[in-house]
Nanobody, 121 residues
Framework: QVQLVESGGGLVQPGGSLRLSCATS????????MGWYRQGPENVREAVAI?????????IYADSVRGRFTISRDSAANTVYLQMNNLKPEDTAVYYC?????????????WGQGTQVTVSP
């Protein structure tokens, strides 16, 4: 069992910054990667940033956030972060933390409850 607890969402003006946190607990020894996804007004879930837990693995960003957002992970605290800078109104969405586990010949995804990010003047 894996549990994800998200925090850090809120209201911010365009050009501002927020940092999202996702604390993980449970059976996470088989973590493959963690990431942030978002679902905006168009109601389509989009991968924002994904970081591979295995050392040396890839870190990827959506084109829409590359250069503005940074994903990082604190392995000791079992927490993944998303630093969001230069926020734009189109970044408004519910942001979800994802953990993908590898085991038994398959991947299993776990999701947080979501945290609202609103970018508005």
């Amino acid at each position: 069992q894996v549990q994800l607890v998200e925090s850090g969402g809120g209201l911010v003006q365009p050009g501002g910054s927020l940092r999202l946190s996702c604390a993980t607990s449970g059976s996470i020894s088989s973590l493959f990667h963690m990431g942030w996804y978002r679902q905006g007004p168009e109601n389509v879930r989009e991968a924002v940033a994904i970081i591979t837990v295995v050392s040396g693995g890839p870190t990827i960003y959506a084109d829409s956030v590359r250069g503005r957002f940074t994903i990082s992970r604190d392995s000791a605290a079992n927490t993944v972060y998303l630093q969001m800078n230069n926020l734009k109104p189109e970044d408004t969405a519910v942001y979800y933390c994802n953990a993908r586990l590898r085991g038994g010949g398959r991947f299993t995804d776990y999701w947080g409850q979501g945290t609202q990010v609103t970018v508005s003047p």
